[in-house]
C-alpha cells in the first residue's frame, strides 16, 4: 500500500456523461498530481495542486476540472466524456511539491462506452 | 522543452539474460531528477530510483543498476539475471529540481518499454 488511495479503482459509463475521480494523498504530503495514461498518448502530467491551491497545469482538456480540499483530498473532475477519454488516471503526492519525488496511487481505470 | 525518449519499445529476453533499457533526455535545466518506474500487469507505478542531476554515480540495488551520463544526456538501466518477474513495462522520467515557484516537480515520461521475460 504506497499510502495514496485512489477511488473507485474502476469506472464504466458512458458518452456525455460526468464522473469524479478521488484521490486522498499520503498523510503529510501537501501536493496533489494527476496524470492520465492512455494508449496513444502515454504518461501525461494534468494538473498539480498544492495546500490547497493549483500550482501548474498541463495537457488538461477544459471538460476536466480538479480542486484540493482543505483536507487535502483532491477530485478530478471529468464531463462531456468521450471514447478518448476511456485511460487509467493517477494521482500522486509529495511533500514539498517540487523535486518529483512523490508516490502514486494505484490508478482508477475508467472506461467511457 | 523537456523530453524523455525510450527507443526501445519492447524487449523480449530469455530468463537469467542480462537486459538494458535506454532512457535518453533533453532539457535546459542544470538541476533535475531522474527517475524509473515499473508498471506491472497490475496496473499500478512502483518507483525504482531518483537520481539527482549532480549525482553521476552508479547505482546498483540488487540485480538492478543505473548508469547515469550526463554528457551523453542518458540514464540506462540494467537488469541482471533477469526474472519472469521482470516482466513489465518501465518508465523513466524527468522532473525539474531546485529552489524557485516555477519548480513543480511534473514528471515527464518517456513512452516506455515493455520487458518480457520468458522462462
Known amino acids: 500500500d504506497s499510502g495514496v488511495t485512489q477511488t473507485p479503482k474502476h469506472l464504466i459509463t458512458a458518452t456525455g456523461q460526468r464522473v469524479t475521480l478521488r484521490c486522498s494523498p499520503r498523510?503529510?504530503?501537501?501536493?496533489v498530481y494527476w496524470y492520465q495514461q492512455s494508449l496513444d498518448q502515454g504518461l501525461q502530467f494534468l494538473i498539480q495542486?498544492?495546500?490547497?491551491?493549483?500550482?501548474a497545469k498541463g495537457n488538461i482538456l477544459e471538460r476536466f476540472s480538479a480542486q484540493q480540499f482543505p483536507d487535502l483530498h483532491s477530485e478530478l473532475n471529468l464531463s462531456s466524456l468521450e471514447l478518448g477519454d476511456s485511460a487509467l488516471y493517477f494521482c500522486?503526492?509529495?511533500?514539498?511539491?517540487?523535486?518529483?519525488?512523490?508516490?502514486f496511487g494505484s490508478g482508477t481505470r475508467l472506461t467511457v462506452v | 522543452a523537456q523530453k524523455v525518449t525510450q527507443a526501445q519499445t519492447e524487449i523480449s529476453v530469455v530468463e537469467k539474460e542480462d537486459v538494458t533499457l535506454d532512457c535518453v533526455y533533453e532539457?535546459?535545466?542544470?538541476?533535475?531528477?531522474l527517475f524509473w518506474y515499473k508498471q506491472p500487469p497490475s496496473g499500478e507505478l512502483v518507483f525504482l530510483i531518483r537520481?539527482?542531476?549532480?549525482?553521476?554515480q552508479n547505482e546498483i540495488s540488487g540485480r538492478y543498476s543505473w548508469n547515469f551520463q550526463k554528457s551523453t544526456s542518458s540514464f540506462n538501466f540494467t537488469i541482471t539475471a533477469s526474472q519472469v518477474v521482470d516482466s513489465a513495462v518501465y518508465f523513466c522520467?524527468?522532473?525539474?529540481?531546485?529552489?524557485?515557484?516555477?519548480?513543480?516537480?511534473?514528471?515527464?515520461f518517456g513512452q516506455g518499454t515493455t520487458l518480457q521475460v520468458k522462462p
Open positions: 498523510s503529510g504530503d501537501l501536493s
Open positions: 495542486y498544492y495546500n490547497g491551491e493549483e500550482r
Open positions: 522520467a524527468l522532473s525539474e529540481a531546485g529552489e524557485g515557484s516555477s519548480n513543480t516537480g511534473k514528471l515527464i
Open positions: 500522486a503526492s509529495s511533500v514539498r511539491g517540487d523535486d518529483g519525488g512523490y508516490t
Open positions: 532539457t535546459r535545466d542544470t538541476t533535475y531528477y
Open positions: 537520481r539527482n542531476s549532480f549525482d553521476e
